[in-house]
């Protein structure tokens, strides 16, 4: 997403190129909140273990990352 401007130029091909720079955000905060809901349902499926949820305490943090990578994305 950050460069995808060098990679326009060198001839790369990528995701952000045929998407475009706003759908390729909301292609990779879909893909932080769509972990951490299969965390939950991997959970109460019962195919990992309950302390499989203490992951969940980095929600801030990520949330903090992706907000600050919007707002700036170089």
Request: glycine share 2%; charged share 15%.
């Amino acid at each position: 997403i950050c460069d995808r401007d060098e990679d326009i130029h060198i001839g790369k091909r990528t995701l952000v190129y045929y998407i475009g720079r706003h759908n390729a955000i909301k292609v990779l905060t879909s893909c932080y909140v769509l972990s951490y809901i299969m965390i939950v349902v991997a959970v109460l499926l019962h195919y990992l273990p309950f302390f499989t949820l203490l992951s969940l305490v980095t929600i801030p943090i990520v949330y903090q990352r992706i907000h600050t990578f919007i707002s700036h994305p170089d």
